[in-house]
Nanobody
Framework: QVQLVESGGGLVQAGGSLRLSCAASGFTFSNYAMGWFRQAPGKEREFVAAISSIGGTAFAYSVKGRFAIARDNVKNTLVLQMNSLRPEDTAVYYC?????????????????WGQGTQVTVSS
């Protein structure tokens, strides 16, 4: 059974940092690209960052230079390091596993999703 479990969300002041983790199990983690998405109240879920099976990365323009994504294919863990946080980064953040090994920005190309973790940035 595939499981993606996010952790690390919370409340932080603008300019602060948070580190999200996603623990994956039930599939061959190292074979698939992984991604982070977020959804703010009243908005559609949007792409944040993705990493291919071998470490290639892609970021949304709004987070480029502030966020970093990494994976540990031994520990089956995905990480999103978020720096210089802004109030507009407030959302529920989701970890997802792709259908393929390559970096992918489209929500529809992700097959399994975690339950999400809340990130709130106060001004």
């Amino acid at each position: 059974q595939v499981q993606l479990v996010e952790s690390g969300g919370g409340l932080v002041q603008a300019g602060g940092s948070l580190r999200l983790s996603c623990a994956a199990s039930g599939f061959t983690f190292s074979n698939y690209a992984m991604g982070w998405f977020r959804q703010a109240p009243g908005k559609e879920r949007e792409f944040v960052a993705a990493i291919s099976s071998i470490g290639g990365t892609a970021f949304a323009y709004s987070v480029k230079g502030r966020f970093a994504i990494a994976r540990d294919n031994v520990k089956n863990t995905l990480v999103l390091q978020m720096n210089s946080l802004r109030p507009e980064d407030t959302a529920v953040y989701y970890c997802a596993s792709s259908r393929t090994f390559a970096v992918e920005r489209r929500t529809g190309e992700y097959y399994y999703w975690g339950q999400g973790t809340q990130v709130t940035v106060s001004s």
